[in-house]
């Protein structure tokens, strides 16, 4: 049997932790080499892109994809994790906050800012990750870090003694919804907190477009789990895609080149079998014809 390979477009729900998913899509697809694309916050809930089998070695052309984030924000209370899942820190009236007032301090977030992360986040410090750190009540300074935020957008607001905001937020990986909501509610002199979150979409990976481990669960009983996994021309549509021939594909696996008459350059492209599975990602060099197609990566089993 042919080992699966692709990405697995999945919903994560709230109280599973990412590794959860994992774990049980590794048992599902009896399959080890399984991972993930973008840890999820426990609590929160969205798009979680996995790679199966050797479909884990694109990962890396992946990690530059945008974020768009849903995400509710509650103002007049702070809390040490930023977000639900942590202990009160401050509690105040924020009944005088309106939808006008974070409107006009939206704009000093958006584009290339300067971003803390929250103490509870697996950015490493001293050896450890942050939120080891912050489970022995040890608090570590954490240096900022350059995030990029491309729109927020306000898609709702309530008022009260703790107004609520719901937020469309397109980002650079590596922004935190849980700081932004701490940020913006010192900006406004309420505090804030984080009170629910939902990651639309992760690059190609899109929330309309996901499974629930149940439904995968039901691929797998009825043997139709190698439908719902995406190939590399669906995710990787922004690099160009050449098709070979089975000689010339038994040929680039024996030399590990292959001649092909393009014109070398730096360009990275996905080679295909007549099958149309990926065999190959690489560039095509030489001084001079016949120019060969030089992979980077090999994905034939």
Do not use: C
């Not at 899109?206 to 439904?215: C, D, G, L, N, S």
């Not at 680039?252 to 001649?259: E, K, M, S, V």
């Not at 990602?281 to 030489?286: E, N, R, S, V």
């Amino acid at each position: 049997m042919k080992e699966l390979f692709g990405f697995l477009n999945l919903i994560k729900p709230p109280g599973m932790t990412s590794h959860d998913l994992v774990d049980e899509a590794r048992r599902i697809f009896r399959i080890k080499k399984i991972g993930h694309g973008g840890t999820l916050d426990p609590g929160a809930s969205g798009v979680l892109p996995l790679a199966v089998g050797r479909a884990t070695k694109l990962f890396e052309y992946l990690q530059e994809s945008t974020k768009l984030y849903r995400g509710e924000i509650t103002f007049g209370i702070s809390t040490t994790t930023h977000d639900a899942q942590g202990n009160l820190l401050e509690k105040k009236d924020a009944s005088a906050l309106t939808e006008k007032k974070i409107e006009e301090m939206i704009p000093l977030f958006i584009g290339e800012i300067q971003q803390i992360p929250p103490q509870v986040s697996a950015i490493h410090s001293k050896g450890k990750r942050s939120y080891e750190w912050a489970r022995k009540g040890v608090t570590v300074e954490l240096e900022p870090r350059n995030v990029k935020i491309e729109s927020i957008v306000i898609k709702d607001f309530s008022t009260g003694e703790l107004p609520k905001v719901l937020l469309d937020v397109k980002s650079s990986p590596g922004m935190y919804m849980r700081a932004l909501a701490r940020d913006l509610g010192e900006k406004l002199g309420t505090g804030a907190f984080l009170s629910f979150l939902v990651r639309l979409e992760s690059g190609p990976f899109k929330i309309e477009e996901a499974y629930t481990i149940e439904e995968v669960k039901e691929k797998a009983a009825s043997e139709k789990l190698e439908t719902v996994l995406l190939k590399g021309d669906r995710v990787l549509s922004h690099i160009p895609k050449l098709s070979i021939s089975e000689q010339q594909k038994t040929l680039l696996l024996r030399a590990n080149r292959l001649p092909l008459d393009r014109e070398p350059g730096k360009t990275l492209f996905q080679l295909y079998d007549e099958e149309e599975e990926l065999i190959a990602l690489g560039t095509i060099k030489g001084e001079k014809r016949p120019y060969y197609f030089q992979p980077v990566k090999i994905f034939e089993s």
